[in-house]
T-cell receptor, first 114, second 117 residues
Framework: DQQVKQNSPSLSVQEGRISILNCDYT??????FLWYKKYPAEGPTFLIS?????DKNEDGRFTVFLNKSAKHLSLHIVPSQPGDSAVYFCAAGGPAYNTDKLIFGTGTRLQVFP | GAVVSQHPSRVICKSGTSVKIECRSL??????MFWYRQFPKQSLMLMAT?????????EQGVEKDKFLINHASLTLSTLTVTSAHPEDSSFYIC?????????????FGSGTRLTVV
């Protein structure tokens, strides 16, 4: 049972344009969400997070949007840069009173071309 | 920022032998450490959660006698793959959280590529 899903395995975007990565979840008890960036043979690097009490969080070129009613979140990268090319994982955690382990999506490979 | 050091980065071992992977938090006390496994082109699958000084909690389907986890101190957790077989070949990653829990930071190690021949 995949509680966190990233239905697009890959995405190709031209440099300077917006990259939009999507993530859906099924467990309504999740109360915080994170995005990680991963290069091959390396551990994930934290990008940005959002609590379920918010619907948007912005950090530089990265913005995460959360739609709780749709159980959907997205990561926007603008403008996209070639160095953004990597695999992006969304992850969900909570509820805090039960567990703090993260459940990861299957990842989306982003390629930003010049 | 918080740093988690994971060693070795790559290891090749013969079938039937055991391999130990270390995960150290360098500048914070890791009250909880998580061990993940990643198959090619797949997600990070949580194997177990360990809290310092107590037994690890394993996810369903993970053999605790095969994947021994020790979290003896606030800065070190180890994963030992016992009697390794080729199907254990994978990318293993640890992560750690401090006293504030994951919402204060969830730092990953750089991963270990295990190849069993």
């Amino acid at each position: 049972d995949q509680q966190v899903k990233q239905n697009s395995p890959s995405l190709s975007v031209q440099e300077g344009r917006i990259s939009i990565l999507n993530c859906d979840y099924t467990n309504s008890m999740f109360d915080y969400f994170l995005w990680y960036k991963k290069y091959p043979a390396e551990g994930p690097t934290f990008l940005i997070s959002i609590s379920s009490i918010k619907d948007k969080n912005e950090d530089g070129r990265f913005t995460v949007f959360l739609n709780k009613s749709a159980k959907h979140l997205s990561l926007h990268i603008v403008p996209s840069q070639p160095g953004d090319s990597a695999v992006y994982f969304c992850a969900a955690g909570g509820p805090a009173y039960n567990t703090d382990k993260l459940i990861f999506g299957t990842g989306t490979r982003l390629q930003v071309f010049p | 920022g918080a740093v988690v050091s994971q060693h070795p980065s790559r290891v090749i071992c013969k079938s039937g032998t055991s391999v130990k992977i270390e995960c150290r938090s360098l500048d914070f006390q890791a009250t909880t450490m998580f061990w993940y496994r990643q198959f090619p082109k797949q997600s990070l699958m949580l194997m177990a959660t360990s809290n310092e000084g107590s037994k690890a909690t394993y996810e369903q389907g993970v053999e605790k006698d095969k994947f021994l986890i020790n979290h003896a101190s606030l800065t070190l957790s180890t994963l030992t793959v016992t009697s390794a077989h080729p199907e254990d070949s994978s990318f293993y990653i640890c992560s750690a959280t401090g006293t504030g829990g994951p919402r204060d930071g969830y730092t990953f190690g750089s991963g270990t590529r295990l190849t069993v021949v």
